[in-house]
């Protein structure tokens, strides 16, 4: 016979009942309650202990101290538990709530067991926290198809949720790109084979014009600029295209364009050109010198579509690493626009990309902030709305929820939560999900690391779980401060042993 831990009190509703107990179950506790020949499942939400002897009305510790001595360490414990459904009738709330003094024991780990176990595609996250024999599967489908973000403060055991994903997803063939921010997951070990790692180097051909002109930094009121800007940008693209251009610098067959044009101008004999006019030639050239400078890296004309370079069944890491935010906001949207379209012209003429991926995007609040608009964002927010019916997935990743853009946020079906401290966060988080109570909101700042709350579409209930532990290589945790320090003080006594030799050697005196 199953534990009993309690009995309901009060008025019960459909949706939750309150409960009295002598023990101390566990937030997170799943328990049954067995009335009008059904069997239904809950999870206890919140838990208060009191004592009817020592009560709010004392005001002496003496007193407390006398009634301990007498009665001991006597006292009840109150909580509530949120239903979750007729176990027999696949978990479908029932229609009538439970008579107060209803038994409720604890959850039959047998039966939770199948309630977690996907029949055909289920991907293992962990166990759950209160029962550790009781392993729980999430719906592959569903997580990708109707999105994921995971959401953590640092430290919490986000690398290490997203690499039990990424792995779990590897078992099965999946496709996957990782938007690698500050090269992590680089040095992965996600098995033989399994990983091809890309750089951010995009062929200026692919590029939008207003694309390049963000990486120009010509902003939108400078119509002057954009006009000698697009003009040059046209010409020196028709002149590739054409053949009758070689080499490998696009921005100098631009610059070219741009220097030729001011040259004219200031040809005394030449039709005279408006100052303004060379003004602005003269603005874009500069700007464009800068961007070659620093953006000249990632621009290659010898560099193939990125959709080119994905490999079916890999994780497909581009490293983002070296560039700035504002050049990776570039790239990002670049990508992402190109897998979009390029899933729709497979389903529609079957040329484009064959193979349904999973989008990881690593700080998902830089490229989506909440009030600050980017390139990216509007990708995001676009896949988010339409990927589902294209087989594109996307996964947002933010150590900062409440910096993360809230619709695209709510547009995430599923969510995996770490531990979460600062209200603010917890509140931006709440706000994008329905599934998400006040109860278990409650005990995000209570969570151990890799502890999560997983909910949404991709799994039957609201869970506690202890994520699983990444066997492979992991290189986002925190590293060790205190190691390093005595390592660059071993390097340094190292350097200044070899320098005095060398000076001995010479015949001084160090």
């Not at 949120?82 to 039959?108: C, F, M, S, W, Y």
């Not at 039709?271 to 400078?293: F, P, Q, R, W």
């Not at 909440?370 to 990927?387: D, P």
């Not at 699983?468 to 071993?490: C, M, P, R, Y």
Request: aromatic share 6%; proline share 4%; hydrophobic share 40%.
């Amino acid at each position: 016979m199953r534990k009993i831990i309690g009995r309901c009190i009060g008025e019960t509703s459909l949706v939750n009942v309150s409960f009295i107990s002598k023990e101390m179950p566990r937030v997170g506790e799943y328990v049954t309650l067995n009335y009008d020949g059904k069997n239904v499942l809950g999870m206890i939400e919140s838990l208060v202990r009191g004592s009817v002897s020592i009560n709010d009305n004392i005001y002496d510790p003496l007193t407390i101290e006398k009634i301990k001595a007498i009665e001991g360490d006597d006292h009840y414990v109150r909580g509530s538990v949120k239903i979750l459904g007729d176990i027999n009738h696949d978990l479908r709330i029932p229609r009538t709530p439970a008579p107060p003094g209803t038994e409720i024991q604890v959850a039959d780990s047998e039966v939770l067991k199948k309630i977690f176990k996907v029949d055909k595609y289920g991907l293992k996250l962990g166990n759950l926290i209160t029962q550790e024999e009781v392993g729980i599967e999430v719906d592959i489908n569903k997580m990708v198809s109707r999105h994921l973000a995971v959401l953590a403060m640092t430290g919490a055991g986000k690398s290490n949720t997203v690499s039990v994903i990424v792995d779990g997803l590897l078992k099965v063939k999946g496709s996957v790109l990782i938007f690698d921010m500050h090269s992590e997951y680089m040095n992965t070990d996600f098995g033989q084979d399994k990983v091809n790692v890309m750089y951010p180097q995009i062929n200026p051909l692919y590029l939008s014009f207003g694309e390049i002109k963000k990486l120009a930094n010509i902003p939108p009121n400078a119509y002057v600029q954009e006009r000698y800007f697009l003009k040059a940008y046209k010409s020196a693209k028709n002149s590739l295209m054409q053949g009758s251009a070689t080499g490998n610098d696009f921005l100098a067959l631009i610059m070219n364009k741009l220097e030729g044009w001011l040259a004219e101008s200031e040809d005394p004999d030449a039709k005279s050109t408006n100052s303004a006019d060379k003004k602005s030639i003269a603005d874009v050239l500069n700007k464009l010198e800068h961007m070659k400078d620093k953006y000249g890296n990632i621009l290659s004309l010898e560099a193939k579509d990125i959709i080119d370079n994905l490999k079916v069944g890999k994780a497909n890491i581009l490293d983002l690493g070296p560039v700035d935010e504002f050049a990776s906001d570039v790239v990002v949207s670049h990508i992402l626009r190109n897998v979009l379209k390029s899933r729709k012209e497979f389903l529609r003429t079957g040329e484009g990309l064959a193979f349904p991926i999973f989008l990881i995007l690593e700080e998902a609040h830089i490229l989506a902030p909440q009030n600050r608009k980017t390139e990216s964002k509007l990708w995001i927010s676009r896949i988010a709305r339409e990927g589902r019916k294209f087989s594109v997935g996307l996964c947002l990743v933010s150590q900062s929820p409440k910096s993360l853009d809230s619709d695209a946020l709510s547009q995430a079906n599923n969510m995996i939560i770490l531990r979460l401290v600062e209200p603010t966060d917890q509140n931006h988080v709440q706000r994008a999900s329905e599934s998400l109570s006040d109860d278990l909101i409650a005990q995000l700042p209570s969570l151990n690391i890799g502890e999560a709350i997983i909910l949404g579409l991709m799994t039957r209930i609201p869970t506690l779980v202890k994520i699983d532990e990444f066997q492979g290589k992991v290189t986002g945790g925190d590293l060790n401060i205190v190691d390093e320090w005595a390592k660059s003080h071993e390097m340094e006594e190292k350097i200044l042993e070899e320098q005095k030799r060398e000076y001995e050697d010479l015949g001084g005196d160090y």
